[in-house]
């Protein structure tokens, strides 16, 4: 049974740094992507950054492009999200997922992590 566990969320101000750390427990292989995701209060689950399998390429949305890097870490099928500048339109839960192509919908990719909560204070 393969598990994502995030951690590393918490509350900032804005204007601050959080870095969030996932780890896969099981072996879900050497070819998958991984994500982060969050959903707001109120609004859908959207993507907010992805890495594929060697790293060699990654996407963010819009928001938080120049602000976010995903990377992955040296221990297999670990993957970071460092978050700088935090905004209040930040806050959200963000869940870790992992998926065999990073082109895959959201909501179909096929581990999923139960979520970390960040928040912004103003």
């Known amino acids: 049974q393969v598990q994502l566990v995030e951690s590393g969320g918490g509350s900032v101000q804005a204007g601050g740094s959080l870095r969030l750390s996932c780890a896969a427990s099981g072996y879900i292989g050497d070819d998958y992507c991984m994500g982060w995701f969050r959903q707001a209060p109120g609004k859908e689950r959207e993507g907010v950054a992805r890495i594929d399998a060697g790293s060699s390429r990654s996407f963010y949305v819009g928001s938080v492009a120049g602000r976010f890097s995903i990377y992955r870490g040296n221990a297999k099928n670990t993957v970071y999200l460092q978050m700088n500048s935090l905004k209040p339109e930040d806050i959200a839960i963000y869940y870790c997922?992992?998926?065999?192509?990073?082109?895959?919908?959201?909501?179909?990719?096929?581990?999923w992590g139960q979520g970390t909560q960040v928040t912004v204070a103003s």
């Open positions: 997922a992992a998926d065999r192509s990073c082109d895959t919908p959201p909501s179909a990719w096929r581990y």
